[in-house]
T-cell receptor, first 115, second 114 residues
Framework: AQSVTQLDSQVPVFEEAPVELRCNYS??????LFWYVQYPNQGLQLLLK??????LVKGINGFEAEFNKSQTSFHLRKPSVHISDTAEYFC?????????????FGQGTRLTINP | NAGVTQTPKFRVLKTGQSMTLLCAQD?????MYWYRQDPGMGLRLIHY???????AKGEVPDGYNVSRLKKQNFLLGLESAAPSQTSVYFC?????????????FGPGTRLTVT
């Protein structure tokens, strides 16, 4: 069975500082990995995804993530954060994209940007 | 194009009451999902549907039922609400087959069971 672990429940950073949100997964088969963002009182929206190919994936709003198969990790990074990046971030995995495309989500990381 | 909408936005129920949450999407998506979101637990899949008239259990289906009578609608029912079902419920949808594999989420329904 798949599982996703987000190692930090909360990450506070100062504006314009870099940030890394950590995600580790476990799966016995090929996986597809996603990061979703949830702004306050909203639904989730896709930030970026890894399906195949280059292990460095770029997403919206200046975020990027690197797929590391040997470390079973998919950490999310941004070189310089803005107040508007304050949100909750969820890592998700699927081994079912040819089927029902079910996702398994991590616990979430709340990113707080301080001025 | 409204995307994914959910009705109602908020609801308070007493233990033992029943209710139905409605999810509607106007993107002609084949697949639809119901999740619940609880603090520190991320989103967990309750039930899902890969097409009109078909539904299947997810990770946490107990206490819930679903129906997909029309392609654009996916209903989540609570027959006898319990305090453990206090949560935020999200509906999502996506297109079948080789696509972006992006799930589109509704704004959520905040349910409190007292």
């Amino acid at each position: 069975a798949q599982s996703v672990t987000q190692l930090d429940s909360q990450v506070p950073v100062f504006e314009e500082a870099p940030v890394e949100l950590r995600c580790n997964y476990s799966s016995s088969v090929s996986v597809y990995l996603f990061w979703y963002v949830q702004y306050p009182n909203q639904g989730l929206q896709l930030l970026l995804k890894y399906l195949s190919g280059s292990t460095l994936v770029k997403g919206i709003n200046g975020f990027e993530a690197e797929f590391n198969k040997s470390q079973t990790s998919f950490h999310l990074r941004k070189p310089s954060v803005h107040i508007s990046d304050t949100a909750e971030y969820f890592c998700a995995v699927s081994d079912d994209l040819q089927g029902a495309q079910k996702l398994v989500f991590g616990q979430g990381t709340r990113l707080t940007i301080n001025p | 194009n409204a995307g994914v909408t959910q009705t109602p936005k908020f609801r308070v129920l007493k233990t033992g009451q029943s209710m139905t949450l409605l999810c509607a999407q106007d993107m002609n998506h084949e697949y639809m999902y119901w999740y619940r979101q609880d603090p520190g637990m991320g989103l967990r899949l309750i039930h899902y549907s890969v097409g009109e008239g078909t539904t299947a259990k997810g990770e946490v289906p107990d206490g819930y039922n679903v129906s997909r009578l029309k392609k654009q609608n996916f209903l989540l029912g609570l027959e006898s609400a319990a305090p453990s079902q206090t949560s935020v419920y999200f509906c999502a949808s996506t297109r079948r087959g080789r696509s972006s594999y992006e799930q589109y989420f509704g704004p959520g329904t905040r349910l409190t069971v007292t």
